[in-house]
Structures are given as C-alpha cells and as structure tokens.
C-alpha cells in the first residue's frame, strides 16, 4: 500500500523528469566525455579517437582564434556591465520616484528585452549598414558636415565590436532596469522617512541606504549580464551577418563553427566546458568584488 | 517637532527590527548613516525633486532613451511599406505611398505564412505542454511527499544556475541517434526541456501558499491527487499560469539556436530561423525583409502590450525579488 502511494506520487513528476534526463542530464554527462575524444560526428561513437586532454591542451596553448573570440565577447561584456548597467540604474533611480510618465517610460524600456535577437540585429544593421554608404547613420553624420567620421561601421575592424556591444546594449538595458527597479521597490520606505526626519542628504541617503541595500540586487544583475553576454551570439550573427563574424567573433559562434564546418566534435565539447568553466569563475570574481565595495562604502 | 520626530524614530526602529531579512552589519551602516549631520541643509530636505530644472533635465533623459527604444522599431514598420527603389533614397520615417504588396509577397512567394505557422504550432505545443508538466510536478513539490523530493528539486533549480554553453553539440548527436533531428518532435521536447526548470520552480513556490484547509476539504469530499491538482492547485494558481504560459510564449517566439541545430529542411522551420535564411539568399531586398520582421515582431509586441503585467511578474521572480 505504502509502495503504491510513493510510485503514485511519483508519477506526477514522471513526465518533467523523464523529458529533463534525456534532454539536460544527459547531454550535460555527455559533453564530458565527448571533449576526451576526436570525432567528427558522422561515424560511429565508437570508432572515435581517444585523446584523453589533447582538446584541452590545444584550446591552452594553440587555438588563438578562441581566445580571440573569448576576449571580445569579454570586451562586450565589460560595456554591457559598465555602460548598459549605469543607464539602467539611472533610468531605475528616475523612474522609482514619483514622476509623470513612468509606467509609460517602464513599459516603453522593456520592447528592446523582448524582440527576438534576430529582428534587433536584422533591424539595426539596416540602420547602420555598409549597403552603398546608404545608411541612416552615415547620411545624419554627413548632413551634420562630419564628413571624416563617416564609415562602414560593421566591417571597419576599428569600429564593428564597439557598435555590437552598443547594440547589445540597447537591447539589454531595459532588463537590467526592470530588476533594479523592482529591487528598490523591496527597500522599506520608513528607512527613507527616517533618514530625512534626522536631516540626511540625497547622496547620504543613496550611500547609505540605497546602494548597501542594493548590492545583492546588482551582484545578480552583474552575473547574469555575464552569463547573458559572454553567452550571446545570435544578435552578433543578425547584426554582422556571416557565419564567422570577423572581428566580432564570440566564443559560441566559435563552437558552432568548429562543430559545423570542422566537423570536431570532441574539440567542440572541449570549447563548450572550457567556457563554461571561464562563467563559473568570473561570476564568482564579481560576487567577490561587489561584496568588497559594499565593505568599502 | 521634537515629539513627531521622536515617535518617527521609534516606529523606524519597529519597522526596522520586523525587516529581518537586512543583516546587522547593513543596520549598523544606516543607522550610523543617520547619526551624520547633514552637510547642507539646503539639500537635505528635498530628496529628489529638487526645483525645476534637474526634474526637466530626468524628463529630457527619460524621453531621449524612450525614442532611442521606439524609433528603430517604427523604422522598421515604415520601412516595409517603401520599394526597393525608395528605400535608399527618401530617408523620411513615413513613406509617401505605402506598398502593401511587400507582404502579400513575403507572405505567400516567400513562403512566410508556413513559417509563422510553424512558429505558432511550436510555441502552442511547447508552451501548453509545459503548463502541464510544469504544474504536475510543481504541485508534487509542493503538496507531496516522497523519498528524495528536495534533492530531485534542488537538479532542476541548479539547472537553471549552471551554465551550460555549448550543450547544444552532445544535444545534437543526441537527437540523431534518436532520430529526433530534424523533426518538429526533437525540437518541441528540447524546448519543453529548457523552459520546464523555472516553471516548475515558480509553480512550485507559487502552490506553496495553497492553504492546506483548501486541500483537506477536497480529500475528505474523496478526491484523489489527480483531482486535486486538476480542480484546486490549477485554478489556484491562476496567477502563476499566466505568468509561465507569457514567459515561454516569448522564449519559444524568439528561439534561434536550437532552431539551427535541429532544423536542416525550411519546410519545418520556425520565422527566426527563417529570417536568417532569407537574408542569406536575399542579401539586399530590406522592404521584403522589413515586412517579414514585421510579421515576427507583431505577436510580440501585442503579446506585451497586452499582458505585460504577467512578463514584468515573470522577470521578477526569475531572479527572486
């Protein structure tokens, strides 16, 4: 009797767990053991090549295009956690006082968050794009007599990495805000009624209170940025188009890449764990890092 | 003065102890921040609203960064009623004539109707799958007991905290041998995968206020679990529901890379996968491609208008506040 009332109640979770096994735990097991091995993902499992760490040791000491493509998703990264992050504290400052407008202003900040990456990198190379210098960007700067600053902004190598993160940007601010708005809303008015009452000024009061009470909020926006950005290459796909992007190159593209047109299995997998373990370790850096400046403050 | 001053302080500090999730150290901080004199009187009283011009130059910020989200959009829109002739050209917003034909072409020639149903079947199948599932097991977590309950649910809660780039390769040789690439089924179950984790987490919270009087009465009227999950914890969480079905909508909507994965022939393809097909072999045509970004765009964007209340809930709870 007993047995059957357990095997009943798992039977609820049967289906979320069946489907999880096979589609996550699985292929989480798996891509371990494929990266020991060198494989090109037509034959047989098999009749692949053990190689034990060679993978590893190549991406170590020899594939400079993954570092390449590491560094400047890392670039991305970095102005998507300073640019991206401070606009959309300010906006979340603005618009948590009582102002006019700011559930209008709340609603219109979300639409970039919510469009597919493939529209918004489709959408701002149009704007943006080297098609016989016809584009919005470079006729404004013309018109503006700004004759020398007028370029093809997705294939210039000076330019194409600041205008993807940009563009990253401006997809992904509207995210950061909507979380660091509802985190100020958690903070209990009294703390600011009191402040006031014993005469503190407005930069005492963000200092003090706002910021302190503020940073697990920020830590969680800072590692998920990371996790989201060093992570993201759909939008650099649609924005730069190709299947190699060039000098905006990121580390996921690279392991389509080498899965695809190099038919490298295992060294594909090796890709996948190495930047993963690269995530864990600078997620745990700003959670060190933020932890610090708030001891600092 | 000195009396309402007094009685704020106090009930501050009632406030204060009540808010237990504030740590010690924090208290300290603030409280020491409260015993600084305010270095100028002049700014201390007014918080933000400081006169006129700093509210003028919020408001000026605001709305500069408001268009900066909306034009490209509308640029977008506008941009499919021109020609291929005009597009270059005449670089005002709106178009002298508009040309709907760009989407009775793109629609049936280019064969974005089939796309979008495709897209439809997907996020119908995947999302209504999840509530199921979803809620079925959120309700198990919740309501029942049984051997390694916590454990199980601690797997799915770390997969959504564990990154895992590049799982779409063992994925790939997975669905093969399975003989799932390629079929919409392989794709439905990996999204079904990746969208069950959080729902299941925000089922599983959500049911966790269910008053246990609720349940009681229904087993004493004889019904089974079954039963209970389908005429009590559902409609109870009615709420939750909503936010899991917008929240996968969008997901599923706007996936691209399992698209890519798992898809070889257009004939299954979703519209963002689709999207990048059409450019490759339409390098320039932008009012055609223009008018198909439209067409992907605009379930989103009424989606969100209209139940953006349930999206704004479901970023919140994804990361806990």
Redesign the interface.
């Not at chain 1, 096979?22 to 989480?28: D, E, G, L, Q, T």
């Not at chain 1, 919510?114 to 918004?120: D, F, M, P, R």
């Not at chain 2, 700014?43 to 400081?50: C, F, I, K, T, Y």
């Given at each position: 009797m007993k047995l059957r009332q357990?095997l009943?109640?798992?039977t609820?979770?049967l289906?979320?767990?069946g489907?999880?096994i096979?589609?996550?735990?699985?292929?989480?097991f798996?891509?371990f053991r494929?990266s020991l091995f060198e494989w090109d993902?037509i034959g047989r499992?098999s009749s692949a090549t053990f190689v034990g760490l060679a993978n590893f040791k190549e991406i170590i000491f020899r594939d400079s295009n993954w570092w390449r493509s590491v560094s400047n998703a890392g670039w991305i990264t970095f102005i998507a956690l300073t640019f991206q992050n401070s606009?959309a504290f300010?906006?979340a400052l603005?618009?948590s006082?009582r102002?006019?407008?700011r559930g209008?202003?709340?609603?219109?900040?979300?639409?970039?968050p919510?469009?597919?990456?493939?529209?918004?990198g489709?959408?701002?190379r149009?704007?943006i794009n080297d098609?016989?210098g016809?584009n919005?960007v470079n006729?404004v700067l013309a018109y503006l007599g700004l004759h020398q600053f007028v370029r093809a902004w997705l294939s210039d190598p000076n330019t194409a990495l600041n205008v993807v993160a940009l563009v990253h940007s401006?997809k992904g601010f509207?995210?950061a805000f909507?979380?660091f708005l509802?985190?100020l809303q958690?903070i209990?008015r009294?703390?600011?009624?009191?402040?006031?009452?014993?005469?503190?000024?407005?930069w005492?009061?963000f200092?003090?209170?706002t910021f302190?009470?503020l940073v697990p909020?920020i830590i969680?926006v800072a590692i998920?940025t990371i996790?989201g950005t060093?992570?993201s290459?759909?939008l650099i796909?649609?924005l730069v188009?190709g299947e190699l992007a060039g000098y905006t190159s990121v580390?996921?593209l690279r392991?389509?890449w080498v899965?695809r047109n190099s038919s490298r299995?295992g060294y594909?997998?090796a890709?996948?764990?190495n930047?993963?373990i690269i995530?864990?370790v600078a997620s745990f850096i700003q959670y060190k890092f933020f932890k610090k400046v708030r001891d600092l403050i | 003065m000195e009396i309402n001053?007094w009685l704020?302080?106090y009930?501050?500090t009632l406030?204060?102890q009540k808010?237990k999730d504030?740590n010690p150290q924090?208290k300290r901080?603030?409280l020491?921040?409260?015993?600084?004199?305010?270095?100028?009187?002049f700014?201390?009283?007014?918080?933000?609203?400081?006169g006129a011009g700093f509210?003028a130059i919020?408001?000026l910020?605001?709305l500069v960064?408001?268009v900066?989200?909306?034009y490209?959009?509308l640029?977008?829109v506008f941009?499919s009623f021109k020609t291929q002739q005009t597009i270059?050209?005449n670089?005002s917003l709106i178009p002298e004539r508009f040309h709907f034909e760009n989407y009775y072409r793109v629609l049936t020639q280019e064969n974005f109707g089939r796309y979008f149903l495709n897209s439809i079947f997907y996020t119908g199948s995947v999302v209504f799958s999840i509530i199921?599932?979803?809620s079925?097991?959120g309700?198990?977590?919740s309501r029942?007991?049984?051997?390694a309950k916590n454990l199980?649910f601690i797997?799915?809660i770390g997969?959504m905290m564990?990154?895992?780039?590049?799982?779409?390769?063992?994925?790939?040789?997975?669905l093969n041998k399975l003989h799932l690439r390629n079929t919409p089924l392989g794709y439905i179950?990996?999204m079904?995968?990746?969208g069950?984790?959080l729902s299941?987490f925000l089922f599983k919270t959500f049911l966790d206020k269910m008053p246990q009087e609720l349940e009681d009465i229904a087993r004493i009227d004889g019904c089974s679990?079954l039963r209970i999950?389908w005429n009590i914890a559902l409609p109870f969480a009615k709420p939750i529901l909503g936010v899991v079905a917008i929240f996968n909508t969008?997901n599923v909507?706007?996936e691209?890379?399992l698209a890519?994965v798992v898809f070889d022939s257009k004939y299954f393809m979703p519209l963002?996968r689709a999207?990048?097909v059409f450019?490759g072999e339409h390098l320039?045509n932008?009012p055609l491609?223009?008018a198909a970004?439209t067409i992907?765009?605009l379930p989103?964007?009424v989606i969100?208008?209209l139940f953006?209340k349930y999206?704004?809930r479901g970023?919140?709870a994804e990361?806990g506040?």
């Open positions: 357990v009943e109640d798992y609820f979770i289906p979320a767990v489907i999880f096979i589609f996550y735990i699985v292929p989480f798996f891509i494929l993902g499992l606009l300010l906006l603005a618009c006082k102002i006019v407008l209008v202003y709340r609603i219109i900040f979300f639409i970039p919510i469009l597919s990456e493939v529209v918004v489709m959408v701002w149009f704007i098609v016989d016809a919005i006729q401006w509207g995210w909507l979380i509802a985190g958690t209990p009294e703390f600011y009624e009191s402040a006031r009452v014993d005469g503190a000024n407005s005492q009061v200092k003090n209170i302190p009470l909020v969680l998920l996790l060093m992570q290459f759909v796909i649609s188009g580390p996921v392991i389509l899965m299995f594909a997998c890709l996948g764990i930047l993963g995530l864990v | 001053s704020k302080k009930t501050f406030h204060h808010a504030v924090m901080k603030i020491k921040g409260h015993a600084q004199k305010p270095s100028s009187p700014l201390g009283r007014a918080g933000l609203s400081r509210t919020i408001h910020f605001l960064v408001a900066s989200c909306i490209p959009l640029w977008m941009s270059f050209t670089l199921i599932i979803a079925l097991a309700y198990a977590f029942l007991n049984f051997p199980i797997i799915f997969a564990i990154p895992t780039p590049g799982n779409f390769v063992p994925l790939y040789v997975l179950l990996c079904i995968s990746g069950l984790p299941i679990k999950w969008l909507w706007n691209y890379l890519l963002q999207l990048v450019r320039t932008y491609l223009m970004l992907t765009t989103v964007i969100y208008l953006q999206i704004v970023i919140t990361v506040l």
